[in-house]
Nanobody, 124 residues
Framework: QVQLVESGGGLVQAGGSLRLSCAASGPGVSTMRLAWFRQAPGKEREGVSCISTTGRPDYTDSVKDRFTISRDYANHTVYLQMTSLKPDDTGVYYC??????????????????WGKGTLVAVSS
């Protein structure tokens, strides 16, 4: 059974930075693609960034050039480095996977395992 645990959230002023971590455990986690989602108060959850098995990243337009996703295969951890944070980035950030291994591309569809989330609050 795959488990995902997020950490690194907190309160930061606009323009600041945070690095989120998603620690994955379970069979085959190093071969799976993973994604970061966020849910702002009163809004639907949205895909923010994802990374394939081979390390190919993708970003939603609103975070391009500000966020960087990466993965540490040895430690089974995916990171989301967030810079130039804006109040609109506020929300609970979740890590998720669709348990599909060996992919060259990542996806935001069909997630089957989710972490419990970490809160990011950006003040103006």
């Amino acid at each position: 059974q795959v488990q995902l645990v997020e950490s690194g959230g907190g309160l930061v002023q606009a323009g600041g930075s945070l690095r989120l971590s998603c620690a994955a455990s379970g069979p085959g986690v190093s071969t799976m693609r993973l994604a970061w989602f966020r849910q702002a108060p009163g809004k639907e959850r949205e895909g923010v960034s994802c990374i394939s098995t081979t390390g190919r990243p993708d970003y939603t337009d609103s975070v391009k050039d500000r966020f960087t996703i990466s993965r540490d295969y040895a430690n089974h951890t995916v990171y989301l480095q967030m810079t130039s944070l804006k109040p609109d980035d506020t929300g609970v950030y979740y890590c998720a996977t669709d348990l599909i291994p060996g992919t060259a591309f990542c996806s935001y569809v069909g997630m089957t395992s989710w972490g419990k989330g970490t809160l990011v609050a950006v003040s103006s």
